[in-house]
């Protein structure tokens, strides 16, 4: 009797295990995608509808840091930047370069210090007020437009939201260009 009914459960017990082992599975992969498509769609409607009720807390992109890793608390900085001169951050996988506008605001743009040439990085020289490329010469205005070639587009740009008292940088593409041409000295 013991022998005919062994097998059977036994048979019952690997179905079981096999069935909770995809099972676990499954949900290992699901609940985070599952989280993922769910912060995917927030930021989609955030992004749309900023003032949405559900946007309230909703924190976009990534927290600027200091080159100490502190974040960076906004009025402390505007206390201390000037217009015109760009302020580097870190958060992004390269540093940003933040803008202070005439009315001492922080603009809702930032500058990736990334030649459009070839890709190097530019380096702000405050001494001319200028972006330049170590690799083949280019300069750009404090605004990151082109002041002298071989690169013929402006460096590129991320969005800047300050909220909850925090300056979170958020990746952006390629689009209109809020900087407008440069204007001729
Ligand atoms: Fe900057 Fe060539 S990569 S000028």
């Given at each position: 009797?013991?022998n005919?009914t062994?097998?059977?459960n036994?048979?019952?017990f690997?179905i079981?295990m096999v ?5 676990t ?5 699901l609940?985070?995608n ?11 409607l955030?992004?749309?509808f900023?003032y ?7 924190l976009?992109?990534v927290?600027?840091?200091?080159n100490?890793?502190?974040p ?15 302020v ?8 940003t ?10 603009a809702?743009y ?7 040439h ?18 083949h010469g280019s ?5 990151g ?17 300050v909220?909850?008292?925090q300056?979170?940088?958020?990746d952006?593409?390629p689009?209109?260009d809020?900087?407008g041409?440069r204007s001729s000295?």
């Amino acid at each position: 009797m013991k022998n005919s009914t062994f097998p059977k459960n036994r048979r019952q017990f690997l179905i079981y295990m096999v069935a909770g082992t995809a099972g676990t599975v499954a949900l290992g992969w699901l609940f985070p995608n599952l989280v993922k498509s769910q912060e995917t769609e927030l930021e989609t409607l955030c992004s749309l509808f900023p003032y949405n009720s559900r946007c309230r807390n909703y924190l976009p992109g990534v927290q600027a840091i200091d080159n100490q890793g502190n974040p960076i608390d906004p009025p402390s900085l505007l206390a201390k930047a000037v217009p015109g001169i760009p302020v580097e951050l870190e958060g992004l996988s390269k540093p940003t370069y933040l803008i202070i506008t005439e009315k001492h605001q922080i603009a809702p743009y930032g500058i990736r210090p990334v030649c459009t040439h070839l890709g190097c990085t530019v380096d702000w020289k405050s001494e001319r007020n200028r972006f330049v490329c170590p690799c083949h010469g280019s300069e750009y205005d404090a605004m990151g437009r082109v002041e002298k070639g071989p690169a013929k587009r402006p460096l590129p740009l991320v969005t800047v939201v300050v909220k909850q008292n925090q300056i979170r940088l958020v990746d952006r593409q390629p689009g209109v260009d809020p900087r407008g041409s440069r204007s001729s000295n």
